[in-house]
């Protein structure tokens, strides 16, 4: 184990508030001009209420408020993320995401189950969103450039910048959102088929118990670097390689 008189000290606490060349906040982590604030401004002034309606009033742990859940798969879409286990993953570690939803924690059946039951309401968002974007003249979202789905510019059934009408831009950003949408639903289908998980079980997830799981497996691996070291003929048999040269 390393002694820790002799190194340099972290700059930093993980317990603590960051301070001096450090943002003391997260708003101070987001660049005043990101998307991600435009599109938090403008769902700031969507009537929610009938999205609301839809909740049943029940007693119980309060559920998280459509706005955010709608908010992050809105932005998902403009960043290329395609998949609801990747937006849970973003809430989790994107400074952008973690601003959006002030921190809150979604997990990826949420998003899933929202995304069915508010498909209509959705889409009018995300035309809504993306009509206030040409009237302001953003660009990158006015010609629907959401991010790889970029689909070759002037040719693409999804250009806006050639739409002559406001109905025919409207219609594009119908048949984008029905696009990405797709490429959603594929992505959690083919997420349900395998059992892949990107965290710690739920054993090494407490600290304790994977401290203790880490040193047995660092005892383990020196134990089995001080054998080789004594007996460095299991590192190199010389009959094996022998054989092996003979079957060659």
């Known amino acids: 184990m390393a002694t820790q008189d002799y190194w340099a000290d972290s700059p930093i606490?993980?317990?603590?508030?960051?301070?001096?060349?450090?943002?003391?906040?997260?708003d101070a982590m987001i660049a005043p001009n990101d998307p991600v604030r435009f599109l938090d401004e403008v769902l700031q002034a969507v009537d929610w209420k009938d999205w609301e309606e839809k909740y049943r009033r029940q007693k119980g742990q309060p559920p998280i408020h459509p706005r955010y859940i709608a908010a992050t798969i809105l932005y998902?879409?403009?960043?290329?993320?395609?998949?609801?286990?990747?937006?849970?993953?973003a809430c989790n570690y994107r400074f952008d995401f973690i601003w959006l939803v002030e921190g809150r924690h979604i997990d990826h059946t949420t998003f899933a189950k929202f995304r069915t039951r508010f498909h209509q309401a959705l889409?009018?968002?995300?035309?809504?969103?993306?009509?206030?974007?040409?009237?302001?003249?953003?660009?990158?979202?006015?010609?629907?450039?959401?991010?790889?789905?970029r689909v070759k510019a002037n040719n693409s059934r999804f250009a806006t910048r050639t739409a002559k009408t406001?109905?025919?831009?409207?219609?594009?950003?119908?048949?984008?959102f029905e696009?990405?949408?797709?490429?959603?639903?594929?992505?959690?289908?083919?997420?349900?088929?395998?059992?892949?998980?990107?965290?710690?079980?739920?054993?090494?997830?407490?600290v304790e118990?994977?401290?203790?799981?880490?040193?047995?497996?660092?005892?383990?691996?020196?134990?089995?670097?001080?054998?080789?070291?004594?007996?460095?003929?299991?590192?190199?048999?010389?009959?094996r390689s022998a054989s092996g040269r003979s079957g060659s």
């Not at 009018?124 to 969103?129: D, H, S």
């Not at 831009?169 to 119908?174: E, G």
């Not at 992505?187 to 739920?202: H, N, R, V, W």
């Open 13 to 26: 606490d993980r317990r603590q508030t960051p301070l001096g060349r450090w943002f003391p906040t997260l």
């Open 76 to 89: 998902g879409m403009y960043r290329g993320i395609r998949s609801s286990r990747k937006l849970e993953e």
């Open 123 to 149: 889409k009018e968002l995300f035309k809504q969103i993306g009509r206030i974007a040409m009237a302001l003249g953003l660009i990158r979202l006015g010609e629907v450039g959401f991010d790889a789905t």
């Open 166 to 176: 406001l109905e025919e831009k409207l219609q594009a950003l119908d048949e984008l």
């Open 179 to 206: 696009h990405l949408s797709t490429q959603l639903n594929a992505a959690d289908a083919e997420d349900l088929g395998t059992s892949e998980k990107t965290g710690l079980s739920d054993e090494l997830a407490a």
């Open 209 to 239: 118990q994977r401290r203790q799981r880490v040193q047995e497996a660092l005892e383990q691996a020196r134990a089995a670097d001080e054998v080789r070291r004594r007996c460095p003929v299991w590192t190199a048999s010389p009959t």
